[in-house]
């Protein structure tokens, strides 16, 4: 039995036959675009939609933490209520009419897309 366990252990967690996944600007793009296609129901295409829309949450909570517990509002500035479709349609927005950019690491060309998007006001 212990046996039977590690090995259906280690089949459902290995990555035999999976595609592997860029972890660039122009994959959070692809992931964002099928976000954006299924709405705030990440199901329809449960891989791509729901990395983005995980993505998405890590920016406003993280966001939201700073802001709340720091002061800290410096790059870009969320809206009280914002819309976690409102976010990835920026980011994605962003992506596609910058192609160079699509090699580079996500997190530093979402940022310098929210701060086009969300200035913070002076």
């Not at 036959?17 to 449960?46: F, V």
């Amino acid at each position: 039995m212990k046996y039977f366990l590690v090995i259906l252990f280690l089949l459902l967690t290995s990555q035999v036959g999976a595609k592997e996944r860029k972890n660039d600007a122009g994959q959070l793009q692809l992931d964002c675009a099928e976000y954006l296609k299924a709405g705030d129901d990440a199901s329809k295409n449960a891989l791509n939609a729901m990395a983005c829309q995980e993505f998405i949450q890590g920016i406003i909570s993280t966001k939201t933490y700073y802001s709340l517990f720091y002061q800290i509002d410096k790059g870009f500035c969320l809206p009280k209520m914002v819309n976690p479709t409102e976010v990835a349609t920026a980011i994605n927005s962003y992506i596609l009419s910058k192609p160079l950019n699509r090699g580079l690491m996500k997190g530093a060309i979402a940022m310098r897309a929210l701060e086009q998007s969300y200035p913070c006001k002076k």
